[in-house]
């Protein structure tokens, strides 16, 4: 069980699923057009894709996301998801603004803005739909750059407001009706399935009404922990073995942690406790984390035990050594597949495919 290896191998797997969920691996979530474009906020971020809600298979997948973010808070297993606020106010049941679009879609948002504001008359906008009547739609094509009756979504597909709407362009007139379709469109209809899916799966684990007392960023907190990893909060819950808490090499190796971002922190704690993110307060950690001295040398890398929070350091000569190492072992040693075999890392600077082909060897008769 869980409880009694420490948990280690639960929460990498939750690690690791969270990870395949914001990638290309499965088309349940999708990078925000911000994103693609590399503009605007939420860069960072991922969406469900509207495409993917619409069939059977991708709703039941996102229901099942849904029962993980039920379970995170059930048993504070935070998911390292990167999801926009956009997002946790649909969850939560507030109605999403052009804002909220804006922060994951600048283009998308300044689509419909730039209908909003382009220059008509008042008789243009209660003009019959006649092709002889063009008062104001030249002007009016050329402020909303040929506008049609469709908008692109966030997972890149079009959707149209009208029959054969991706070919039909917006008159003036129309305005008032284009913008009612296009907000309705962005604003409720790309989510709506998504947000049923996700919100199906919670509720098989938590009764639904809590929602409605909890803000969008609180619903985020139970369910991902902090994003930024509190340092403060982690040497608070740190232990020492073999190691004074002034000696030189703890010194460094908090220094080396302040210096890292914050996706290193995050591999850190992937790969001393292997989640990404920290609870979210003292009362919360299940185990201290435990810092101690190990026999090695300035090549050899450090190791850690993600059942039991620990991490063993070699006694390097220097902070640049140390930061160097434990930068390599938490960036390229994630994976916990050796946690009960022992693999010598002294050399992991070589490159010999003999050696690489003689350890490989080792570890698999070591399984």
């Given at each position: 069980?869980?409880?009694?290896?420490?948990g280690?191998?639960?929460?990498?797997?939750l690690?690791?699923?969270?990870?395949?969920?914001q990638?290309?691996?499965?088309?349940?979530l999708?990078?925000?057009?911000?994103?693609?474009?590399?503009?605007?906020?939420?860069?960072?971020?991922?969406l469900?894709?509207?495409?993917?809600?619409?069939?059977?298979?991708?709703a039941?997948m996102?229901?099942?996301?849904?029962?993980l973010?039920g379970l995170?808070?059930?048993?504070q297993?935070h998911?390292?998801?990167d999801?926009p606020?956009l997002?946790?106010?649909?969850?939560?049941?507030?109605?999403?603004?052009l804002?909220?679009?804006?922060?994951?879609?600048?283009?998308?948002?300044?689509?419909?803005?730039?209908?909003?504001?382009?220059?008509?008359?008042?008789?243009s906008?209660?003009?019959?739909?006649?092709?002889?009547?063009?008062n104001?739609?030249?002007?009016?094509?050329?402020?909303?750059?040929?506008?049609?009756?469709?908008?692109?979504?966030?997972?890149?597909?079009q959707r149209?407001l009208?029959?054969g709407?991706?070919?039909?362009?917006?008159?003036?007139?129309?305005?008032?009706?284009w913008?009612?379709?296009?907000?309705?469109?962005?604003?409720?209809d790309?989510?709506?399935?998504?947000?049923?899916a996700?919100r199906?799966?919670?509720?098989?684990v938590l009764?639904?009404?809590?929602?409605?007392f909890?803000?969008?960023a609180?619903?985020?907190?139970?369910?991902?922990?902090?994003?930024?990893?509190?340092l403060?909060?982690?040497?608070?819950?740190?232990?020492?073995?073999?190691?004074?808490p002034?000696?030189?090499?703890?010194?460094?190796?908090?220094?080396?942690?302040?210096?890292?971002?914050?996706?290193?922190?995050e591999?850190?704690l992937?790969f001393?406790?292997?989640r990404?993110?920290l609870?979210?307060?003292?009362?919360s950690?299940?185990?201290r984390?435990?810092?101690?001295?190990c026999?090695?040398?300035d090549?050899?890398?450090?190791?850690?035990?993600?059942?039991?929070?620990?991490?063993d350091?070699p006694p390097?000569?220097?902070?640049?050594?140390?930061?160097?190492?434990l930068?390599?072992a938490?960036?390229?040693?994630?994976?916990?597949?050796?946690?009960h075999?022992?693999v010598d890392v002294?050399?992991?600077?070589?490159?010999d495919?003999?050696d690489d082909?003689?350890?490989?060897?080792?570890?698999?008769?070591?399984?």
């Open positions: 069980s869980t409880q009694s290896t420490g280690g191998l639960f929460r990498d797997a690690s690791h699923v969270c990870r395949e969920l990638s290309r691996a499965v088309p349940l999708v990078p925000t057009p911000n994103a693609r474009a590399g503009t605007g906020d939420a860069q960072d971020a991922w469900p894709a509207a495409s993917a809600a619409a069939t059977p298979l991708g039941a996102l229901a099942f996301v849904g029962k973010m995170a808070v059930r048993g297993h998911l390292n998801l999801l606020p997002v946790w106010r649909a969850l939560v049941g507030e109605r999403l603004s804002a909220d679009l804006r922060a994951v879609d600048v283009h998308g948002a300044a689509a419909i803005d730039a209908v909003a504001r382009a220059p008509t008359t008042t008789a906008d209660n003009a019959a739909d006649d092709d002889d009547d063009n104001g739609d030249a002007a009016f094509a050329t402020a909303t750059h040929g506008a049609v009756w469709a908008v692109r979504l966030c997972d890149g597909t149209e009208a029959p709407g991706s070919e039909r362009v917006v008159r003036a007139s129309e305005r008032r009706a913008l009612r379709a296009a907000r309705r469109a962005r604003l409720v790309e989510w709506a399935a998504a947000v049923a996700l199906r799966g919670l509720a098989a009764p639904l009404s809590l929602l409605s909890l803000a969008p609180e619903l985020e907190r139970q369910v991902c922990g902090e994003r930024v990893v509190d403060a909060l982690l040497r608070s819950q740190t232990r020492y073995s073999r190691l004074a002034d000696a030189p090499l703890v010194r460094w190796f908090w220094r080396a942690l302040e210096s890292f971002d914050t996706k290193q922190r591999a850190f992937r001393a406790w292997g990404s993110r609870p979210l307060d003292a009362a950690f299940s185990h984390f435990v810092l101690t001295a026999r090695g040398d090549l050899t890398l450090p190791t850690s035990h993600t059942c039991f929070f620990q991490l350091l390097y000569s220097s902070y640049d050594v140390l930061r160097a190492k930068l390599y938490v960036c390229e040693g994630t994976a916990i597949d050796s946690d075999s022992n002294s050399r992991w600077h070589e490159d495919d003999d082909d003689d350890q490989v060897k080792d570890v698999l008769g070591a399984l």
